[in-house]
């Protein structure tokens, strides 16, 4: 009996220490956004990521892609998940965070992975990851500020004697424009779709819905930190008058407010977009021609700008769940081959490393462009990732260039609305009704804007301002 | 009891009992009209699919393209051992969902036009309240997949919509129109069970409805992608149905082409995008048009000539 | 249907049900619509609980689960949900878009399919007919995407084929998506081709269930084809083409969106004639994706919807007992 005993004891023993051995790497869902489907290779890149991060911090990750109505479903119904992708676009990250569905991690990044706090600067921290005073999300490094620039067909504007500045107002548009459509007839001039002309809205924060804003040219002025509905803010007024005069004279297509976009095929004399110093340099691969970069607006910094792409941490995840999150966060913004492999791919398979110029770069194979291939803030820092062959960016140069961008006054301020949920959702509903024709110039703002006034007025637009300037004044007041 | 063959109604009586030949000479326009307009777009669709995107690009969607190319297919092509797993997929969850639905939808119409059933009024009204008042998406989806688990599973694409109220109703009102009550009662003189009943003396008269309500269920479940969206994650790229494979690649498409204003550092590469929409739809509905004539088999008159005796 | 008794009770008349015995009969239909009865309180009585969302302000709790979330942490807001609805200046415009295209939906499909089912059963060749049959179901494929692209061919200002042959005759381009006039025949149009085969189908259907001697003994007593119709095939298409009737009175608060959204590209000159109520929603909701709001409506188009489909029933009931829900 005694030897019997002692022998299932002895097993009984062993068989704990074999499990707790093989406990050793933690398993972490991570939710991550895609717009339509998750890229085909990515059982294999997952793969070979997690045997890396296994090895280097003993902990895996499974990757789920999920598009915005999932992330929704996902998070209102209490779907389990460790880490999830959050921004001001998708996932929204301040309603998240203010209804407590978000790990608050503030002590925890400095204590457990310090070294991920020393990557991202302070002010990052505390503008984009923090809500309250508190940091609910990791964000991720990529291009912090928004720039708005015109693209320009440089070979076609400097055959008919055009100079392309590198910097030009808004409205010096017009010669352009008016010189194209002289020479060119097989194009307008300015084509878009509904959209309008991507980043154009950019030069004011907006509070609530595309109706209430704040804008950066009022900071200094006796109106600085007020917010106004998108009529009073006289720059934004100007462009849509401009639209509509270029619009009358037939450099912009007609049906702009009913097509989606301008297909990539064409070629568009002038585009428009938000980017960074420096990235329109010569020949654009995606374009096809050669192009030229003006920056009609910008470089601003405010936190929708810097709230593009975050990861947080779930609020009902264990401390150990969260630490090892984090871990991941860390080794993504440390381990530069680490963050290639979920950048790019497996390498061999899918890019090799080469060297341009004495930098290390990355050439992608086909492979890689067909089944991995998405926006690289997706899956982490773009900072730490190495550049492709064609698209090579000094980070620290654009950092460094942040210095002088126009940083908005309002801090981390965003509104709550609890209290003016019905009148958001009446005022938005007003809004789509313009938007498209007033983004693409179909509309006249002159004669339209009373009638406009009116619908939101009556939608209730007062008491969300009322609400948001109190809210607003009652934040600046804490600071 | 035989089944007729599709061709029996042209003899004999019918042929007497026929429209006026200058009738039928101002139906036939008609029809051939109607005919046009409806498969006008689908051949519409089908052009612009093999249309070159370069001369979309040029001169918009026309019937008569500047220039022809297949690589929009080409492109799909790419991508068969995905595609045609999802293919299977969709193929195996029409089936087995058209054969459930059936069984559900015809054993409740029938028991529903039994006039002398107890719960006959209970079950009508529980029929009818689904079919206005619902829970709502985030309630369904909580208690699919926290209660009854069909996450990640063949069935969360199955079951949900296997047994359409609208459609029990359907049969129920043809089961009381077209099944007299004299083949039911010969059938209890005989000794027979409901289920006996129900089986061997309804149903293969009721051909036309099962046919026609078959027909919808199939297409219901080959064009569903939405329950595919809710219930399936990434990495179960498996269980994936065609619909919902075609849908995301389309959206990934347009997602691109809508951002090439943004800064993605992706490269744009040249993606047939709108003759790769056409292909799209091109594929998804060829094969369920054709199944189409399948169904067109059962829809025959006369079953129930003979059938009443005496 | 109700077995009513007739008695004399101290020289009065009454009438009184008779009550019904559960018979082994209806034991047997019992187990035959059982696996139905338990698909149905499975998938739509238990998620049923759902419509309390539109009542209450619901915040998901990390770390509880979703009932409690539901039940306990969320607050009442009675009817606030809906006020978002009413804000809006166009809510009556709105209401008139959805329920008057409803109605014209609602009249035109049970007329033209019918009329049309009961026409392609006569033709001659029976081939003609097949071809038809197959053709006219096809718009049903094709998803609103799909033919919002079709009509922007036709419609679009600079290529599109109405523009190109109206230029070609000497005439002015029209902008169609700026212009609200045409848009409702259009949509109706529209609507019409796209869902009119389907309906076809379901009469095709029952037509040729008919048993074929009811028409041998309306020959023998000289009936022409006409009066063969409106005596035997009409009164018998008459239950279905009344539940399809009652069925659409009762969704005659939700249209399609894809119509209303898509086909039209959502072009805002237009909206005073295109926006239904659930293009609101989808509108007002874009930005917040608040599910309250979005059950408010929903359960407010079901609440609407079944009062009016009780009255339909009813009337359809006045004038032909045979026919009706219930």
Redesign the interface.
Known sequence: MKKFLSLALALMLVLAIACTASDETQKIIWWVY?????P?D??MVVDAANAYSAEKIGVEV??????E??F??G?????PYDMTFTCDWAN?FASNAY???FYDITDLVKTATPALYETIEQKYWDVAGSLNGKIYAVPTLK?MASQQFFRLDKERFEAIGCELPDEMAFAELEPLLKAYKENYDDLYPLMM???GL?GMTNSAQWIA?NYLCSPYHLAGTDRENKIIPFWEDEVLMERYQLLHKWYDLGYI???A??????????RAAI?????WKG?YAGYS???GIVVHGASYAGPFMSTATMRGAMNAI???ASEEQAIACLKYLELLNTDRTFRDILRYGVEGTHFTYTEVNGNKVVERTEQS??NW????FVTGS?VNASC?T??YYDWEEIFADYENAIVSTLGTFTLD?TNV??????C???M??????MLTG??DIDEKLETIK??LI???IEAVQAEAQAQLDAYLAGK | MEKKKKSVPQDGFNRFNRIKPATNAVFTPIFILLAIITFLPVLFVLIISISSEASIAQNGYSFFPTKLSLESYAYLWQSKAYIGRAFLNSVGITIVGTIIGLCLTSTLGYVLSRPNYYMKGVYTWMLIIPMLFSGGLVASYMVNTQIYHLKNTYWAMILPGACSPFYVIVMRTFFQTTVPDSIIESGKIDGASQLRIFTQLVLPISLPVIATIGLFLTFNYWNAWYSAMLYIDSNHRDLYTLQYVLISIEKNISFMARNEDFLTEESMRNLPTETMRMAIVMVVVIPIACSYPFFQRYFVGGLTIGAVKG | MRKDNLSVKGGECVIRKKRKRFTWDDLELTLLSLPSITWLITFCYVPMFGIVFAFKNYKYKPGEGFLYSLFVSSKWVGLKNFEFLFRSPDIANIFRNTLGYNIIFLLIGVTLPVALAIMITQLHSRRVAKVCQTAVFLPHFLSWVVISYFVFAFLSTDKGLLNSIITSLGGERIFWYQDPKYWPYMLVFINTWKTFGYSMVVYMATITGIDQSLYESAVIDGASKWQQTWGITIPLLRPVISIMFIMNVGHIFSTDFGLFYQVTRDSNSIINVTQTLDVYVYKALMQSNNYNYSSAVALMQSVFGCILLVIANKVVKKIDPESGMF
Do not use: H
Not at chain 1, 34 to 38: E, P, Q
């Open positions: 895609a717009s339509g489907d998750a085909i990515t059982q499974e990757l789920i892609f999920k598009n109505e999932q929704n479903l998070m209102s119904t209490g779907e929204d209804n407590e569905m291009d779709g509904k959209g991507t819905g297509n007609p049906d407010a009913t097509i989606e976009s301008i297909g990539a095929d064409i585009r428009s977009a938000s980017a990235y691969s995606w374009a779930n609020a009902a462009n067909n291939s998405m926006d690289s773009v492709t064609d698209s609305k949920e019905a009148e958001c959702a009446a938005s509903a007003v789509e009704k313009y938007t498209a024709e179909t509309l009116a619908e009556a939608a209730g």
